[in-house]
């Protein structure tokens, strides 16, 4: 049960994210429009972001000044990378980038210092989070702040918030699906040249990071109203797919209730192909996700 991405307020209700999804029918097996709750690919990688900036601060790697301060401007405010750039070519910059920042070369950003706009696309990806048809719910909940001064009468007319209000908080239940992506041979890559920009144990380092931030993300997500709506995460199963060559890892949304199945046959045919592995390491719980993630971590 949670409230972690709501979409607006209309005078005092909240409103709750929604999207629309096709999905199976379980009964029929036509695919059907279904409307559920769901969250942000956006709130994830925020969640991501702040995760690994704290991991970055405790193994030393290196931040811009906007990143050091959680500034949403990132790199383009740090005003040392500013002169830096100056008279540099778009190749240069994407050279300065990784060494000037790691959550930026790890995290994505749109360079716009010096009248550029040049894009460093994100190493870590995450798609919509929707509830899964059928098995997700969302209700309003009614609340009042209740004034022992002025009991019976609504809110103050000059807007100071002042007396009695009450107001609807949305919260939602249910299965979720989510779909993750981490292109680990990216880090500290200039997109231009194909070159790497750090050397191979600074890559090391920063995808520790980004796997053990992942991790975090998944295992203690973030998002609007935790003070009194802490996400209750009861259970979690999946798959983790890694591949170290020129095949993608595998990924099936759980919208599809055979991802795992399908996952490991595409896998399989995968390593037909090409004739190199594609490691699968499936999971059913929490714990199991987690020492699912610490196989992968690089030594």
């Not at 690919?41 to 301060?69: N, R, S, V, Y």
């Not at 009042?144 to 919260?171: C, E, L, M």
């Not at 591949?243 to 890892?249: L, T």
Request: charged letters at 20%; aromatic letters at 6%; hydrophobic letters at 40%.
């Amino acid at each position: 049960m949670h409230s972690l991405n709501n979409e607006s307020g209309e005078g005092n209700h909240i409103q709750t994210r929604m999207v629309d999804v096709i999905a199976k029918n379980a009964d029929t097996g036509a695919f059907e429009l279904y409307p559920v709750n769901a969250v942000s690919g956006d709130m994830f990688k925020h969640i991501f972001a702040d995760h690994f900036q704290t991991i970055a601060k405790e193994m030393g790697l290196t931040l811009c000044a906007g990143c050091q301060t959680l500034n949403a401007n990132r790199l383009n405010a740090d005003i040392t990378f500013e002169e830096a750039i100056k008279g540099k070519t778009n190749t240069e910059v994407l050279d300065l980038l990784p060494n000037s920042c790691a959550l930026d070369d790890v995290a994505g950003i749109l360079i716009t210092q010096g009248n550029r706009s040049l894009g460093r696309k994100s190493v870590v990806e995450f798609s919509w989070v929707p509830g899964v048809p059928e098995k997700v719910k969302t209700g309003s909940y009614f609340h009042v702040k209740y004034d022992p001064q002025g009991r019976g009468k609504t809110g103050a007319d000059d807007g100071s918030n002042k007396g009695q209000a009450i107001f609807h908080r949305p919260a939602s239940s249910g299965q979720y699906a989510l779909v993750a992506h981490v292109e680990a041979h990216r880090i500290g890559l200039n997109d231009i040249t194909r070159e790497y920009a750090i050397d191979e144990a600074e890559r090391a380092k920063r995808l520790q990071a980004v796997l053990r931030a992942l991790t975090l993300t998944l295992l203690h997500p973030s998002g609007a109203m935790r003070n009194t709506q802490s996400p209750h995460l009861t259970d979690f199963r999946g798959v983790v797919t890694t591949s170290d060559h020129s095949v993608p890892a595998p990924t099936v949304s759980a919208l599809n209730p055979e991802f795992e199945t399908q996952i490991q046959q595409i896998a399989r045919a995968m390593e037909k192909m090409s004739g190199k592995p594609v490691n699968v390491i499936n999971f059913d719980s929490l714990g199991a996700f987690a020492e699912a993630m610490s196989r992968v971590l690089p030594a």
